[in-house]
């Protein structure tokens, strides 16, 4: 089962910040937050991860909370291509599988 | 980049036949992945290779699901005999090993009448 929880759909409007939320309250210590996205009709894509300080990279910035029991994924400009299914994965970042749950369907409108 | 390829991308075949689905991971790569994706249950790892060994098949559905890879730049996924419960798209993923970043493919979809 999924170790992560996450509301199962957001909107966001065009060119505004989406923030989405993810709860792992039960993360380990040597265990990352992993951010993937599933746009309609392809594989999914890696987006971003981190340990327990704020990432950031091209495509969104990852806020984790200090006690690491949740995290929030931000698309500083979404676009309509944002629109897309993202999972929030706990992963201790040694390879091996990943445990996909429900994710958020983030929908950006016009 | 080439990323990591697979073929069909759709199969349409009748239940009781053989299915073959294949995958070519990320050149370098060195562990590879099945998934499979229904409305149902969402998307589930079925089985992962590490330097060609499986590792954990653990979330293969049964004995008529088998799968190899036989060198690095090759693996098969095969339903014999199929069944319409098997209708889903299945993904491949490729990494290094030890890294949890994959790359997925686009998937086949398949659909067992």
């Known amino acids: 089962d999924a170790k992560t929880t996450q509301p199962p759909s957001m909107d966001c409007a065009e060119g505004r910040a989406a923030n989405l939320p993810c709860n792992h309250s039960?993360?380990?210590?040597?265990?990352?937050v992993y951010w993937y996205r599933q746009i309609h009709s392809q594989g999914p894509q890696y987006i971003i991860h981190g340990l327990k300080n704020n990432e950031t990279n091209e495509m969104a910035s990852l806020i984790i909370t200090e006690d690491r029991k949740s995290s929030t994924l931000i698309l500083p400009h979404a676009t309509l291509r944002d629109t897309a299914v993202y999972y929030c994965i706990v992963n201790d970042n040694q390879g091996g599988k990943l445990i996909f749950g429900q994710g958020t369907e983030l929908s950006v409108k016009p | 980049d080439a990323g990591v390829i697979q073929s069909p991308r759709h199969e349409v075949t009748e239940m009781g036949q053989e299915v073959t689905l294949r995958c070519k991971p990320i050149s370098g790569h060195n562990s590879l992945f099945w998934y499979r994706q229904t409305m149902m249950r969402g998307l589930e790892l079925l089985i992962y290779f590490n330097n060609n060994v499986p590792i954990d098949d653990s979330g293969m559905p049964e004995d008529r699901f088998s799968a190899k890879m036989p060198n690095a730049s090759f693996s098969t996924l095969k339903i014999q005999p199929s069944e319409p419960r098997d209708s889903a798209v299945y993904f491949c993923a490729s990494s290094f090993t030890g890294a949890s970043t994959q790359h997925f493919g686009d998937g086949t979809r398949l659909s067992i009448l």
């Open positions: 039960t993360i380990s210590g040597n265990e990352y």
